[in-house]
């Protein structure tokens, strides 16, 4: 869906996308991995740009996680993501 909406609108170079995410805190520490290797793997192999905030949301035990990059990038990004978490 996001690549359609993409390639039906009439700019001709495409914006970078930006999607945020709300992850458990708990889930972070495997997102990031040991010494931010995850997160380095997941922004080499996808292209995008991913970046966890230190801090909780406000009256929650969740942080926001914000991925930006082509539609493509971001579609392998979440992917990936998902496979951490369900690990």
């Known amino acids: 869906d996001i690549i359609n909406s993409m390639s ?3 700019a001709t170079s495409k914006p970078p996308v930006t999607l945020r995410l709300v992850v458990p ?3 972070c520490g495997s997102l990031i ?5 995850k997160i380095k ?3 080499e192999s996808t292209g995008a740009q991913v970046q ?4 909780m949301l406000p009256n929650s035990t969740e942080r926001a ?3 930006s990059g082509t539609p493509e990038a971001i579609i392998q990004c979440v992917k990936q993501i998902c ?3 369900l690990e």
């Open 8 to 10: 039906n609108s009439p």
């Open 25 to 27: 805190a708990s889930q």
């Open 33 to 37: 991995g040991k010494g931010g290797s």
């Open 41 to 43: 793997e997941m922004r």
């Open 52 to 55: 966890v905030a230190g801090d």
């Open 65 to 67: 996680v914000t991925i």
């Open 83 to 85: 496979v951490v978490m």
